[in-house]
């Protein structure tokens, strides 16, 4: 074989796997370009952050219309962070209609992208709120995320898409992360020609798991969108759904959507963090509904090496402020029992 055929042979391979295991280009933290944010980890581990439902419209959105940042007093515990992903409980759009029949509909000015990048590196999408407008509205979200930089998962223009990981690779390490919601309606479901959110039927999203171990993730975490709202622990589905993906290979399972935090539990040694709570979000009066807790996983190919919980706390505005004295659910890898921290630190 000539040396011009063994470079181009070499750089199919290369492309080969790159395609392989990174799938769409936008999912991909590195190609992107993105070198680790400021106050990275060591070179074996990541140190991912995880923030409950970020809702931009309502009252962050005339924060941000009137020239103001609601993530203003996060901004350093996000940008501390290897990879910081939320729940987008909102649209970003400047088209559609309000779906009839729903009591609550949201969607978010385009300029609110700006609150997030740089601090945001993925938003999962797969929630009862991002079919809010339609579909054109939907996909509309989809294209000012991408052109902004910021990756979505969860969600797609079609089934396919929207149940396809979103890959994170960073010093070594290859990271899939699942979205899916289990809250109604179903109506907003990706379907084969059609976009739409991930729906958590247990057999694909185990085969999903199975899959993103199989494509080469060192760590598989799903991303729900589940439980009741206001009830301050999770359901028997979700326990049971929990021990399900846990058994498929997930190392952590983390979760959102109900309005307060519902505790931690280990299963098999990972955590499971029901629900983050609001992390941006207003109309909300009671102390529960008001903190929301920021997840830190640091990460190795075994899995989670120690996770920590920060509560947070919304002002009327929906405008986050860590509450670091708090003690929260925290652990470690071979701690047999889970313990309780006060904010997240810089170690691992
Ligand atoms: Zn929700």
Not at 69 to 81: Q, W
Not at 165 to 175: H, S, T, V
Not at 259 to 272: D, E, F, K, N, S
Request: aromatic fraction near 6%; glycine fraction near 12%.
């Amino acid at each position: 074989m000539s040396s011009i055929a063994s470079i181009l042979l070499v750089c199919a391979c290369a492309c080969a796997l790159v395609a392989c295991h990174a799938g769409p280009l936008q999912k991909v933290g590195e190609v992107r370009g993105e070198g680790p944010k400021q106050g990275s980890s060591q070179p074996s581990t990541v140190r991912l952050i995880f923030v409950g439902d970020l809702m931009l419209d309502s009252g962050a959105g005339r924060t941000v219309a009137a020239g103001g940042d609601p993530l203003a007093f996060v901004d350093a515990t996000l940008r501390g962070a290897d990879y910081a992903v939320g729940n987008l409980e909102s649209p970003i759009a400047t088209v559609g209609r309000p779906v009839a029949d729903k009591p609550y509909t949201f969607r978010a000015h385009p300029r609110v992208l700006r609150v997030l990048q740089g601090r945001v590196d993925a938003v999962s999408v797969a929630n009862n709120h991002s079919g809010d407008y339609g579909h054109e509205a939907f996909s509309q979200t989809l294209l000012h995320l991408r052109s902004a930089g910021i990756a979505a998962f969860g969600g797609g223009s079609n089934l396919r898409e929207a149940h396809a990981p979103l890959w994170i690779e960073r010093n070594g390490l290859r990271i899939a992360v699942l979205g899916y919601n289990e809250f109604l309606p179903r109506s907003f479901e990706a379907g084969p020609t059609w976009p739409g959110v991930a729906w958590s039927e247990d057999d694909e999203v185990v085969s999903d798991i199975r899959s993103a171990r199989l494509a080469g993730a060192d760590v598989v975490i799903p991303f729900m969108h589940w439980g009741w709202e206001g009830e301050s622990a999770p359901s028997e589905r979700q326990r049971s759904q929990a021990r399900l993906m846990i058994d498929a290979g997930a190392a952590a399972v983390v979760g959102s959507h109900p309005h307060v935090t519902q505790g931690a539990m280990l299963y098999r040694g990972r955590p499971i963090v029901w629900s983050l709570g609001n992390f941006v979000f207003d109309g909300f009066e009671s102390e529960e509904t008001r903190t929301g807790w920021l997840l830190q996983l640091t990460l190795d190919s075994q899995g989670v090496v120690a996770w920590r919980t920060m509560a947070t706390h919304v002002d009327e505005a929906g405008t986050p402020r860590p509450v670091a004295e708090q003690k929260t659910p925290c652990g470690s890898r071979g701690v047999a029992e889970m313990q309780s921290c006060a904010g997240i630190g810089s170690g691992p």
